[in-house]
């Protein structure tokens, strides 16, 4: 199907475009910008006066929960989510049930959400077996199978000499490892960060030696097994100065932060509100400060949504036993917008680091409009005002941090491969 | 933020914690809880009929004899119908829910609860779940707070010294630990001490404890030079295997209130300790039956303390 989209603002920033600019959409292809191409008729005509065109978004965690926390959400209700936040590609972590630690899980998670017809799906499988950090995956196969990087979750690998091996295997053939940075003795427990709001919560916490101590690991190991390295949802200061140190010494690791990250300290915990239960714990509004300069600087590479639906009962318990996550898929867009209105940031700076960069950490020719580029765009609102309904989202996870928030920016229409695949 | 305590008429409709308490509430409390004592020593009969027809019902997540009992003594004072339940034992070992227990105690049409839970932030759970009408205490959540042991507390320290803005106090012990120390650092610096101190090992002291307004002392004589109050805390056993600790002996040495600590105090400082006491781990015997102890008037004016907030509760508009 050929696809005139009129009267937008197209903004790409992989290719520095901010412009009132026509495009064309034929067959799964971005045929051409500004004029249209000779003999282009077109069988669908979007009017985007007002609205801004925009690659679609590319969100580096989304957990789906499939196979296994089915109660929490499925492919189906997470694949909507995502469209109708503007994301057209996601990387889900393999801490499913059971873990994505062999070919068979992540060709059927491919398949399954390729019949869904809505957003790209891009496993990222197991690093160890199981995730219990003592033997490693079958790569090859795993990647043959179609993941694109492998990753502990939040599953914690102590053992440094399996990691030491893990990094040296993946360096041998060029695969990416994704980790998270945390200790985890000294987070054993812990729930918040250590800092005045735990202390007046009297919640168990977890410092911030935590983040630098398994972040000094894994870049020394990065460094010795020159391993591409991903470091996952950096949460402190000290870890942004130390990426930045490592960057500047020429290590191969990029770097994403969550998007609750940006906007919220352990301030917003309050009176024990479990929608700030999160992992990693939010920190103090000088690491939130810090995280946002990492942002703008490029130490940190991509905003990610973390997206982890739970149920609504295991968020109903005292905060240190209310299960860890926030729904963030349709949030993604309007609080990218949100910081980049806070810090004075074009809004094409401020989608780089949902499209462009997650590509380029990917290894994905993706997140650009280019023509001949794969159509995968968002097409959104930024001047729609609206209020976080949980009622209204499309998630089954409906705990966010952000209810009753106004935010700006509303999807209008999202496609994927060509086709609308979502209309606002 | 709103305030969860506090009604839209700003009066205490629950008891969560002594932090952000307004001071009025809190003398209020204090002055009730003196005329409740005068009943209870001054009369034949002990009992008032302010929650006459009420049920107050102890719900205790986490097992306690002395607390549950000076509640309870406190509700029948006040002519309430009183349910004691021991859940650490039944429903949640079922596999039931915190709120689920309550729901089906609310359905029994309770008035009034007093909860104690292993977790921090229970009580302000239950508070926020509940119908408008109910009244929750809370009787210590995890690390969090136990604001009827420091309003007690606070209590025995007007009756010994009457005035507060001319005090040193210390608090010596697990404050990373005690949600009683925590509620207890609220109530005074509320109540308008000068100086609170806190005495601990860097291990037991949570981070910037400072910013609750203590000063921090790792000394025992240092810190408690020239007091007038010595806030003893429990010590856990279990701290020792956390290696928080090397040994109880250490501690003791180290931290153990004995008579020769004591004399850098000032001569007639009191001694308190919220009970149960370890006697030769954070006490001295000596110290704990000796002529600067209080800590078994503390006792007595728990029960006039929890009579004073559940009438309080119970007055307050809906």
Redesign the interface.
């Given at each position: 199907m050929n696809i005139h989209i009129k009267n937008g603002r197209l903004i790409d920033p992989r290719n520095q475009i901010d412009a009132r600019c026509d495009i064309y959409i034929a067959g799964n292809l971005i045929a051409a910008t500004g004029d249209a191409p000779a003999g282009f008729i077109a069988q669908e005509v979007i009017d985007a006066a007002g609205l801004i065109v925009s690659p679609g978004l590319i969100d580096l965690a989304a957990r789906l929960r499939e196979p296994g926390y089915e109660y929490m959400a499925t492919l189906e209700s997470e694949m909507q989510a995502a469209v109708a936040g503007g994301i057209t590609s996601l990387a889900c972590p393999p801490d499913t049930d059971p873990p994505l630690d062999e070919p068979g899980l992540v060709e059927m998670l491919k398949h399954r959400a390729k019949n869904l017809h809505q957003a790209r799906l891009y496993p990222v499988a197991a690093l160890t077996t199981s995730l219990k950090g003592l033997e490693l995956t079958e790569m090859a196969e795993l990647v043959d199978a179609g993941c694109v990087a492998f990753s502990q979750a939040d599953a914690p690998l102590t053992d440094t000499r399996v990691l030491y091996r893990a990094m040296q295997y993946a360096a041998t053939f060029g695969y990416s490892v994704w980790l998270r940075p945390q200790d985890s003795f000294l987070a054993r427990d812990g729930v918040a960060h250590?800092?005045?709001v735990?202390?007046?919560?009297?919640?168990?916490?977890i410092?911030v030696c935590a983040e630098t101590i398994a972040l000094s690991t894994m870049l020394t190991l990065a460094r010795e097994t020159g391993v591409k390295l991903h470091v996952c949802r950096l949460s402190s200061a000290a870890g942004v100065e130390m990426v930045r140190e490592a960057k500047q010494q020429g290590v191969a690791v990029s770097c994403d932060v969550s998007m609750n990250h940006v906007h919220l300290s352990d301030r917003d915990i309050?009176?024990?509100d479990p929608n700030c239960r999160l992992t990693p714990p939010l920190r103090s509004l000088r690491d939130r400060a810090a995280l946002r300069a990492g942002l703008l600087d490029g130490t940190i590479d991509a905003i990610c949504s973390n997206h982890a639906p739970v149920d609504e009962?295991a968020k109903?318990?005292?905060?240190?036993?209310a299960e860890s996550g926030a729904t963030g898929l349709e949030l993604l867009l309007p609080l990218l917008l949100k910081w980049a209105q806070q810090d004075n940031l074009s809004v094409s700076d401020a989608l780089s680091r949902a499209t462009v960069r997650p590509a380029q950490i990917l290894g994905l020719d993706a997140g650009h409009l280019s023509v001949g580029a794969v159509a995968d765009l968002c097409i959104f609102d930024p001047d729609e005002y609206w209020t976080v309904e949980p009622a209204a989202l499309k998630s089954q996870g409906k705990n966010t941090p952000f209810t009753g928030m106004e935010v700006q920016g509303r999807v209008r229409f999202t496609l994927v491969d060509g086709k609308i695949v979502y209309r606002g | 933020m709103k305030n969860p305590q506090l009604n839209k008429h700003g009066e205490l409709h629950h008891l969560l914690t002594t932090e952000g308490l307004p001071v009025r509430i809190m003398r209020d409390i204090l002055d009730r809880a003196a005329s409740f004592l005068d009943v209870a020593e001054g009369r034949e009969i002990k009992k008032v009929p302010l929650l006459h027809g009420k049920s107050v019902f102890n719900v205790f997540f986490e097992n306690s004899t002395r607390t549950r009992t000076t509640f309870e003594i406190a509700a029948k004072r006040l002519s309430a119908d009183v349910v004691n339940l021991n859940i650490g034992s039944s429903s949640t070992s079922k596999g039931e829910t915190l709120l689920d227990t309550i729901d089906n105690l609310c359905a029994m049409h309770a008035d009034m609860f007093v909860v104690r839970h292993s977790q921090s932030g229970a009580a302000h759970l239950i508070a926020r779940h509940v119908a408008p009408e109910i009244h929750v205490i809370n009787a210590g959540d995890g690390r969090h707070a136990h604001p009827t042991q420091a309003l007690l507390d606070m209590f025995t320290i007007r009756h010994y010294k009457q005035e507060f803005h001319n005090l040193r106090v210390a608090i010596v012990g697990d404050v990373l630990h005690s949600r009683v120390a925590r509620s207890q650092i609220h109530a005074l610096t509320t109540l308008g001490v000068p100086e609170v101190r806190v005495i601990a090992p860097k291990t037991l002291l949570p981070t910037q404890v400072e910013n609750l307004g203590v000063r921090v002392y790792h000394d025992m004589v240092e810190g408690l030079r020239d007091v007038d109050v010595v806030l003893m805390l429990r010590l856990q056993n279990e701290r020792m295997q956390g290696a928080a600790l090397p040994s109880g002996q250490e501690y003791f040495k180290n931290y153990g209130l004995t008579e020769e600590k004591l004399a850098y105090a000032r001569p007639d400082a009191i001694v308190m300790h919220p009970g149960p006491m370890n006697r030769g781990i954070e006490i001295d015997s000596r110290v704990a039956d000796g002529a600067q102890s209080v800590i078994l008037s503390q006792v007595t004016f728990g029960i006039a303390v929890r009579m004073a907030v559940m009438s309080t509760l119970a007055g307050s508009k809906q």
């Amino acid at each position: 199907m050929n696809i005139h989209i009129k009267n937008g603002r197209l903004i790409d920033p992989r290719n520095q475009i901010d412009a009132r600019c026509d495009i064309y959409i034929a067959g799964n292809l971005i045929a051409a910008t500004g004029d249209a191409p000779a003999g282009f008729i077109a069988q669908e005509v979007i009017d985007a006066a007002g609205l801004i065109v925009s690659p679609g978004l590319i969100d580096l965690a989304a957990r789906l929960r499939e196979p296994g926390y089915e109660y929490m959400a499925t492919l189906e209700s997470e694949m909507q989510a995502a469209v109708a936040g503007g994301i057209t590609s996601l990387a889900c972590p393999p801490d499913t049930d059971p873990p994505l630690d062999e070919p068979g899980l992540v060709e059927m998670l491919k398949h399954r959400a390729k019949n869904l017809h809505q957003a790209r799906l891009y496993p990222v499988a197991a690093l160890t077996t199981s995730l219990k950090g003592l033997e490693l995956t079958e790569m090859a196969e795993l990647v043959d199978a179609g993941c694109v990087a492998f990753s502990q979750a939040d599953a914690p690998l102590t053992d440094t000499r399996v990691l030491y091996r893990a990094m040296q295997y993946a360096a041998t053939f060029g695969y990416s490892v994704w980790l998270r940075p945390q200790d985890s003795f000294l987070a054993r427990d812990g729930v918040a960060h250590d800092g005045e709001v735990a202390t007046r919560c009297g919640l168990p916490a977890i410092p911030v030696c935590a983040e630098t101590i398994a972040l000094s690991t894994m870049l020394t190991l990065a460094r010795e097994t020159g391993v591409k390295l991903h470091v996952c949802r950096l949460s402190s200061a000290a870890g942004v100065e130390m990426v930045r140190e490592a960057k500047q010494q020429g290590v191969a690791v990029s770097c994403d932060v969550s998007m609750n990250h940006v906007h919220l300290s352990d301030r917003d915990i309050g009176f024990f509100d479990p929608n700030c239960r999160l992992t990693p714990p939010l920190r103090s509004l000088r690491d939130r400060a810090a995280l946002r300069a990492g942002l703008l600087d490029g130490t940190i590479d991509a905003i990610c949504s973390n997206h982890a639906p739970v149920d609504e009962d295991a968020k109903q318990l005292p905060f240190a036993q209310a299960e860890s996550g926030a729904t963030g898929l349709e949030l993604l867009l309007p609080l990218l917008l949100k910081w980049a209105q806070q810090d004075n940031l074009s809004v094409s700076d401020a989608l780089s680091r949902a499209t462009v960069r997650p590509a380029q950490i990917l290894g994905l020719d993706a997140g650009h409009l280019s023509v001949g580029a794969v159509a995968d765009l968002c097409i959104f609102d930024p001047d729609e005002y609206w209020t976080v309904e949980p009622a209204a989202l499309k998630s089954q996870g409906k705990n966010t941090p952000f209810t009753g928030m106004e935010v700006q920016g509303r999807v209008r229409f999202t496609l994927v491969d060509g086709k609308i695949v979502y209309r606002g | 933020m709103k305030n969860p305590q506090l009604n839209k008429h700003g009066e205490l409709h629950h008891l969560l914690t002594t932090e952000g308490l307004p001071v009025r509430i809190m003398r209020d409390i204090l002055d009730r809880a003196a005329s409740f004592l005068d009943v209870a020593e001054g009369r034949e009969i002990k009992k008032v009929p302010l929650l006459h027809g009420k049920s107050v019902f102890n719900v205790f997540f986490e097992n306690s004899t002395r607390t549950r009992t000076t509640f309870e003594i406190a509700a029948k004072r006040l002519s309430a119908d009183v349910v004691n339940l021991n859940i650490g034992s039944s429903s949640t070992s079922k596999g039931e829910t915190l709120l689920d227990t309550i729901d089906n105690l609310c359905a029994m049409h309770a008035d009034m609860f007093v909860v104690r839970h292993s977790q921090s932030g229970a009580a302000h759970l239950i508070a926020r779940h509940v119908a408008p009408e109910i009244h929750v205490i809370n009787a210590g959540d995890g690390r969090h707070a136990h604001p009827t042991q420091a309003l007690l507390d606070m209590f025995t320290i007007r009756h010994y010294k009457q005035e507060f803005h001319n005090l040193r106090v210390a608090i010596v012990g697990d404050v990373l630990h005690s949600r009683v120390a925590r509620s207890q650092i609220h109530a005074l610096t509320t109540l308008g001490v000068p100086e609170v101190r806190v005495i601990a090992p860097k291990t037991l002291l949570p981070t910037q404890v400072e910013n609750l307004g203590v000063r921090v002392y790792h000394d025992m004589v240092e810190g408690l030079r020239d007091v007038d109050v010595v806030l003893m805390l429990r010590l856990q056993n279990e701290r020792m295997q956390g290696a928080a600790l090397p040994s109880g002996q250490e501690y003791f040495k180290n931290y153990g209130l004995t008579e020769e600590k004591l004399a850098y105090a000032r001569p007639d400082a009191i001694v308190m300790h919220p009970g149960p006491m370890n006697r030769g781990i954070e006490i001295d015997s000596r110290v704990a039956d000796g002529a600067q102890s209080v800590i078994l008037s503390q006792v007595t004016f728990g029960i006039a303390v929890r009579m004073a907030v559940m009438s309080t509760l119970a007055g307050s508009k809906q």
